[in-house]
Nanobody, 123 residues
Framework: VQLQASGGGSVQAGGSLRLSCAAS?????MAWFRQAPGKERDFVAA????????WYEDSVKGRFTISGDNAKKTVYLQMNSLKPEDTALYYC????????????????????WGQGTQVTVSS
């Protein structure tokens, strides 16, 4: 499975961006992680197909929404009320299996990773 991420860019604080990640095959779950310079890669949000379950990192709850289009094998990350601390390289990830909900934030649940897309939020 290959992943193609898009949608990054530069916005001012309070603005919005939408990231997309298209998979070339069937997956059990897809997620977004992000990595700021000098920091570790952190979980942002995940979407599990079938039950259409979602899971969010606490700092993005209420601001970010992850959704999926099964026909297009694509997940979207709508990011609203962006803050400078959201600035990072955002990575899309996919799991071929269907992880249990509590495993969705764990990067070890994902076997395929896309290229990063940069999100820059200025104050």
């Amino acid at each position: 499975v290959q992943l193609q991420a898009s949608g990054g860019g530069s916005v001012q604080a309070g603005g919005s961006l939408r990231l997309s990640c298209a998979a070339s095959g069937v997956t059990g779950a897809m997620a977004w992680f992000r990595q700021a310079p000098g920091k570790e890669r952190d979980f942002v949000a995940a979407f599990r197909w079938g039950g259409r379950n979602t899971w969010y990192e606490d700092s993005v709850k209420g601001r970010f929404t992850i959704s999926g289009d099964n026909a297009k094998k694509t997940v979207y990350l709508q990011m609203n009320s962006l803050k400078p601390e959201d600035t990072a390289l955002y990575y899309c990830a996919a799991a071929i299996s269907r992880p249990i909900l509590s495993a969705l934030p764990d990067p070890r649940s994902y076997t395929h990773w896309g290229q990063g897309t940069q999100v820059t939020v200025s104050s």
